[in-house]
């Protein structure tokens, strides 16, 4: 599944003695294994991060600090650090159940957006969009995106614009509707688990998103908090958001959990960390937890027609 | 309660623009009060930090990183860095009642032992029992300890030797169990809170810890946690212990959670980060986790009688 000889040559050609290794939750349970294998292999001492790791974004600080090498899994380079080695993983699922469901729901010109676990399937599904006579689009996202087509949680760029409709392969919500939101472009989602496909719907998320901003519009003492994740850190973002916001106080955090925010007494937050935090985990905050863009809202600095997903920009 | 002034003077000597606060989880709440003040008096940026923090041992580095000044609260020195202020934290509450109560607990030369909190009680707690006919013992401890008397979590060297019976002032079983463990010398715990005073018990929570060990004898496959935090790192002793258990694996783990051990398949853990997380949490574990002290007990490297909780010694 990964390349271990790979791996291997790696620390060999870094004399590496101390290695790290970065596992997202689907795939810890093969740290043990892969670590064992690589101490055998090369002398090395391995150091697996038992910290969750939700993206690329999300780099073990620390123990990129006690080692010489760190090989981060299931995510595509986001960080400049050379001594960091960034091994994707791809999911060998066929997509084309998925996409021929998908097809008569497409206008058309396509554009198709995926995550980076299908990447190396864009090119099948460019075929069969072509021989279904319809015109595949594939757009190069900012700086932040490796690969055409590709999207992260709190990254859309790579949606086009100049399309009927755009597709989603993969599985999940978050991402389809994210790309809707941005782009305001009709998303069908087809999800190569299932072999299904379904036109996104984000009226649902929408009114739980008015709900929740609703509830913050009443909020006296904000808590505008800051990610302590490399990619993540935005602290100008959280100056402005806290001069607006008036009685405010800036909250670093390195993983935010119902209870962390249970300890400050101010009544609604603002979170410049990772976009997903505010929306996936909604129903698990007892104060509202606003996206910057949500905060712009309320605050008469955004129109609420412009809803959208917060997003991390590259260049 | 604090003195804000001498955190004000501090930022202005420093000219430190950003500043960080960071509390244990008692003092979070007083967190934003405190922030507003320094922000309007100095004109510094402050954050807070989010995370929980257990003890000195537990800086926040990310945070540190990001500020010229962090001034952490509620525990005594116990780093080098000249970029962290520590601002202790004392409690009023007076502790004669619970003295008085102890007394005839007490044999005729008295250890005195407590958290910092109560460090200013000491001279009175000394008097009270010299009053009484007895005699006094203060115990300077290694070189993690800043004040004579002074107990941690994880270090009980300032529990004097060669007295009859230990007083603890304070709240909570785990220190004054730790010191009777430690010495095997008798502990009365003396809480000023409630006035009570009452002889530590050990049994129960032997009982409970030889239950998991045993558990933990039948374990192949071993986690060995390393901690990040700075002042709980053990690298070396992680190595060592990984190299008697066999088939085990190195893991670095920022806060200790429940959720994270399970994403590993491994039988069993041993903790070399904060002793208190194997101890205080163990109902919460669904694998056995180890200290170090009680790894070396079921594999034959210490006696079964030598039980005690794990220290972090300084010099």
């Known amino acids: 599944m990964f390349d271990i000889q790979q791996i291997n040559e790696a620390i060999k050609e870094r004399k590496a003695r101390y290695v790290g290794l970065q596992f997202p939750e689907g795939l810890k349970r093969k740290g043990p294994e892969i670590a064992k294998t690589i101490e055998s292999d090369t002398g090395a001492t391995v150091i697996i991060s038992g910290d969750p790791c939700y993206g690329a974004c999300d780099i073990d600080e620390g123990l990129l600090d006690m080692v010489d090498v760190l090989f981060h899994f299931g995510h595509s380079r986001l960080s400049d650090d050379d001594r960091i080695v960034f091994i994707e993983y791809y999911h060998e699922v066929d997509v084309s159940k998925a996409i021929e469901t998908a097809l008569p729901m497409l206008g058309q010109r396509v554009g198709i957006v995926t995550t980076v676990q299908h990447i190396p399937m864009i090119e099948h599904v460019e075929r069969l969009i072509r021989e279904a006579g319809k015109t595949p689009v594939l757009h190069k996202g900012d700086s932040r995106i490796t690969y055409p087509g590709q999207l992260l949680g709190c990254n ?41 496909a379904r036109k996104v719907d984000v009226e649902r998320i929408m009114r739980q998103r008015y709900a929740v901003m609703a509830k913050a519009m009443d909020a006296k003492r904000w808590g505008i908090i800051i990610a302590m994740k490399s ?23 390195h993983e935010i959990a119902p209870d962390r925010l249970l300890s400050f007494k101010v009544d609604a937050y603002v979170s410049t960390a990772c976009p997903r935090v505010a929306i996936d985990d909604a129903g698990r905050f007892n104060v509202p937890v606003l996206t910057p863009v949500e905060f712009d809202i309320i605050k008469g600095l955004r129109s609420w027609d412009d809803l959208a997903f917060d997003e991390i920009r590259g260049e």
Chains 1, 2 share one sequence.
């Open 156 to 196: 859309f760029s790579a949606a086009p614009a100049d399309v009927d409709s755009i597709l989603y392969v993969g599985s999940g919500n978050f991402h389809p509707m994210g790309v809707q939101l941005a782009t305001k472009i009709p998303v069908i989602a087809a999800d190569p688990f299932t072999g299904e």
């Open 231 to 253: 990619g993540q850190k935005r602290l100008e973002l959280a100056k402005r958001i806290k001069a607006t916001a008036g009685d405010a106080v800036l909250i670093s955090i």
